[in-house]
């Protein structure tokens, strides 16, 4: 139970980064489809024990990132119709958004490198 609740503060700590996008359905079009920068989407959720890992690693890509792309975090539970339009069927998976549209889908934990390939590319 100690883990559990050091855990929550983790990623309570994580969720106020000042460089990392929470989305929702009300800001979903701003944020996302109207962005000039691409946008990095991580579809998470409080349960998921991976995303919790992952999140350190979205926040240096936030801050490495800043003004040139943007990371956001979409929780599934919160936002299960934005969830079901993207098929989104495991968790953690990260959509890359590109003028609006999806460019690539990453399913599962992966390394740094693999998310900033993915941005890399969409910022040419």
């Given at each position: 139970?100690?883990?559990?609740?050091?855990?929550?503060?983790?990623?309570?700590?994580?969720?106020?980064?000042?460089?990392?996008?929470?989305?929702?359905?009300?800001?979903?079009?701003?944020?996302?489809?109207?962005?000039?920068?691409?946008?990095?989407?991580?579809?998470?959720?409080?349960?998921?024990?991976?995303?919790?890992?992952?999140?350190?690693?979205?926040?240096?890509?936030?801050?490495?990132?800043?003004?040139?792309?943007?990371?956001?975090?979409?929780?599934?539970?919160?936002?299960?119709?934005?969830?079901?339009?993207?098929?989104?069927?495991?968790?953690?998976?990260?959509?890359?958004?590109?003028?609006?549209?999806?460019?690539?889908?990453?399913?599962?934990?992966?390394?740094?490198?693999?998310?900033?390939?993915a941005i890399d590319k969409a910022?040419?």
């Amino acid at each position: 139970n100690n883990f559990r609740i050091s855990d929550r503060r983790v990623n309570t700590t994580y969720m106020a980064s000042q460089n990392i996008v929470t989305i929702t359905d009300a800001n979903w079009d701003e944020e996302v489809l109207k962005s000039t920068v691409p946008v990095l989407v991580d579809f998470w959720a409080e349960w998921c024990g991976p995303c919790k890992m992952l999140a350190p690693v979205l926040e240096e890509l936030a801050t490495e990132y800043a003004g040139k792309a943007k990371v956001a975090k979409l929780n599934i539970e919160e936002s299960q119709a934005l969830a079901n339009q993207f098929r989104i069927t495991s968790i953690p998976t990260v959509l890359l958004f590109k003028n609006g549209q999806p460019t690539e889908q990453i399913v599962g934990l992966r390394s740094k490198s693999q998310y900033k390939a993915a941005i890399d590319k969409a910022a040419v």
